[in-house]
């Protein structure tokens, strides 16, 4: 059984920075591709940053310059770096993982980012 598990949320100031981190645990393996959404109150689920093994990238506009994502192969977690937050960015942040071994992705539970003005 898969399980991952996202921390690090939490309620920062406006221009603050925090470190999500997306743990695995089970019958996993290699990650083959990591991606970081969220969804705001009212709002559809968008993908915010996303990773292969490979080191290809893709991030949202509004996010671009500001938050990266990459993947530590050492243990297989997943990260997002979110600098210079902006209250626009609160929202709960899911991670999204493909395992090399495993047909289908995984999501987490969610983790909430609240940005104060």
């Known amino acids: 059984q898969v399980q991952l598990v996202e921390s690090g949320g939490g309620l920062v100031q406006a221009g603050g920075s925090l470190r999500l981190a997306c743990a695995s645990s089970g019958n996993v393996g290699r990650i083959r591709r990591l991606g970081w959404y969220r969804q705001a109150p009212g709002k559809q689920r968008e993908l915010v940053a996303s990773?292969?093994?490979?080191?290809?990238?893709n991030y949202a506009d509004s996010v671009k310059g500001r938050f990266t994502i990459s993947i530590d192969n050492a243990d297989d977690t997943g990260i997002l770096q979110m600098n210079s937050l902006k209250p626009e960015d609160t929202a709960v942040y899911y991670c999204?993982?493909?395992?090399?071994?495993?047909?289908?992705?995984?999501w987490g539970q969610g983790t909430q980012v609240t940005v104060s003005s």
């Open positions: 990773v292969t093994e490979g080191g290809d990238t």
């Open positions: 999204n993982v493909d395992f090399h071994i495993h047909k289908r992705d995984y």
